[in-house]
């Protein structure tokens, strides 16, 4: 008998070291595996033996559907971002400082973990906050993010992990990966830009110096905006409209309404008027001819006086008070 008393004294102390050594290097056996492969994979029992207590260390775990029959176009979304969370903290956090750990349990492994939680929708990340040390937490649920927002970034989600983590805790930051095809392409583009433009110089240059060009557009942008062309997109006004009488009204009555087709007249009124008094001051006095010139002095007068004399008769169809009037409208 004394030979088992012997046996049972020395076995004891490694018995308590195995009771032991679930909690003392449990992160570190969990922070091994995820330097090969970045957030762990986990199943119902390796979730329920990452989070039971007591633990000395935080974990994150993302709760997610990744397989295409569940619909969860979100779950998809994220997982790189997730990914890349996971990645950049352990390259960031080489000596587990932030004693954190980050975890991936899929709805097809963790079937029964869903059922427990009662979770109804996916992803969602859970937080699980130290029991026992320096930085445990009484409340021993977890911190949930509910991806209600819509997709997430990784510097995003970054932001909240760190508000669960002590102030004087590292947190490294995310590092995307250098996109290489993007540089190309925006270096591709620019250069072509360029070369197009060095091409293109001698037979654009001409066409934007010309000042008949620059006049043209300017003359029309003025027409468009004293028209009230804005007013329209901004009020989004009809463009005609019946009058009660089964026909048709083209000009709203009242100066603070129109139609999208009166503003059009009003436009093209302005244009006539424009273009005769161009043509009585720039091109009536070059006219050689004696009778010639003449003539088109009494057409464009005729057209200034007819089509200023319609502008105004517009202006009294809009108001009934307006009092002024000019033969033949």
Same mark, same amino acid.
């Given at each position: 008998?004394?030979?088992?008393?012997?046996?049972?004294?020395?076995?004891?102390?490694?018995?308590?070291?195995?009771?032991?050594?679930?909690?003392?290097?449990?992160?570190?056996?969990?922070?091994?595996?995820?330097?090969?492969?970045?957030?762990?994979?986990?199943?119902?029992?390796?979730? *329920?033996?990452?989070?039971?207590?007591?633990?000395?260390?935080?974990?994150?775990?993302?709760?997610?559907?990744?397989?295409?029959?569940?619909?969860?176009?979100?779950?998809?979304?994220?997982?790189?971002?997730?990914?890349?969370?996971?990645?950049?903290?352990?390259?960031?956090?080489?000596? &587990?400082?932030?004693?954190?750990?980050?975890?991936?349990?899929?709805?097809?492994?963790?079937?029964?973990?869903?059922?427990?939680?009662?979770?109804?929708?996916?992803?969602?990340?859970?937080?699980?906050?130290?029991?026992?040390?320096?930085?445990?937490?009484?409340?021993?649920?977890?911190?949930?993010?509910?991806?209600?927002?819509?997709?997430?970034? &990784?510097?995003?989600?970054?932001?909240?992990?760190?508000?669960?983590?002590?102030?004087?805790?590292?947190?490294?930051?995310?590092?995307?990966?250098?996109?290489?095809?993007?540089?190309?392409?925006?270096?591709?583009?620019?250069?072509?830009?360029?070369?197009?433009? *060095?091409?293109? *110089?001698?037979?654009?240059?001409?066409?934007?110096?010309?000042?008949?060009?620059? *006049?043209?557009?300017?003359?029309?942008?003025?027409?468009?905006?004293?028209?009230?062309?804005?007013?329209?997109?901004?009020?989004?006004?009809?463009?005609?409209?019946?009058?009660?009488?089964?026909?048709?009204?083209?000009?709203?009555?009242?100066?603070?309404?129109?139609?999208?087709?009166?503003?059009?007249?009003?436009?093209?009124?302005?244009?006539?008027?424009?273009?005769?008094?161009?043509?009585?001051?720039?091109?009536?006095?070059?006219?050689?001819?004696?009778?010639?010139?003449?003539?088109?002095?009494?057409?464009?007068?005729?057209?200034?006086?007819?089509?200023?004399?319609?502008?105004?008769?517009?202006?009294?169809?809009?108001?009934?008070?307006?009092?002024?009037?000019?033969?033949?409208?």
């Amino acid at each position: 008998m004394r030979w088992l008393q012997i046996l049972t004294a020395s076995v004891i102390p490694f018995t308590a070291l195995a009771a032991k050594k679930p909690f003392g290097d449990r992160f570190n056996d969990y922070r091994a595996k995820s330097l090969s492969s970045g957030p762990l994979k986990l199943d119902d029992q390796a979730y *329920a033996q990452l989070t039971k207590a007591p633990r000395d260390y935080s974990v994150a775990v993302l709760l997610t559907a990744l397989e295409t029959r569940f619909g969860c176009t979100l779950c998809r979304e994220f997982q790189p971002e997730w990914e890349l969370l996971g990645k950049s903290w352990l390259k960031g956090d080489k000596n &587990a400082e932030s004693r954190l750990l980050y975890g991936t349990l899929d709805f097809v492994d963790g079937k029964n973990t869903f059922q427990a939680l009662m979770l109804q929708t996916a992803p969602i990340l859970l937080f699980f906050h130290p029991t026992v040390g320096p930085n445990a937490k009484l409340d021993s649920q977890p911190a949930k993010f509910e991806f209600t927002g819509g997709p997430q970034s &990784a510097e995003q989600i970054h932001k909240w992990v760190s508000r669960q983590l002590p102030a004087d805790v590292p947190k490294p930051v995310v590092q995307r990966p250098i996109n290489y095809i993007k540089i190309v392409s925006v270096t591709t583009a620019i250069l072509g830009v360029i070369t197009l433009f *060095a091409v293109a *110089a001698p037979y654009l240059v001409p066409i934007l110096q010309n000042r008949n060009l620059w *006049a043209a557009f300017s003359l029309i942008a003025v027409l468009l905006f004293t028209s009230g062309h804005m007013f329209n997109h901004i009020r989004k006004v009809p463009y005609v409209s019946g009058d009660g009488k089964g026909g048709i009204s083209y000009f709203a009555g009242g100066f603070s309404n129109q139609f999208g087709l009166e503003s059009q007249i009003v436009a093209a009124i302005y244009g006539v008027l424009s273009f005769a008094t161009i043509s009585l001051a720039l091109k009536v006095p070059r006219i050689a001819d004696p009778r010639a010139q003449q003539f088109a002095v009494f057409l464009w007068s005729g057209v200034v006086l007819c089509m200023y004399s319609f502008l105004l008769s517009v202006f009294r169809m809009k108001n009934g008070g307006y009092t002024f009037w000019l033969p033949p409208f």
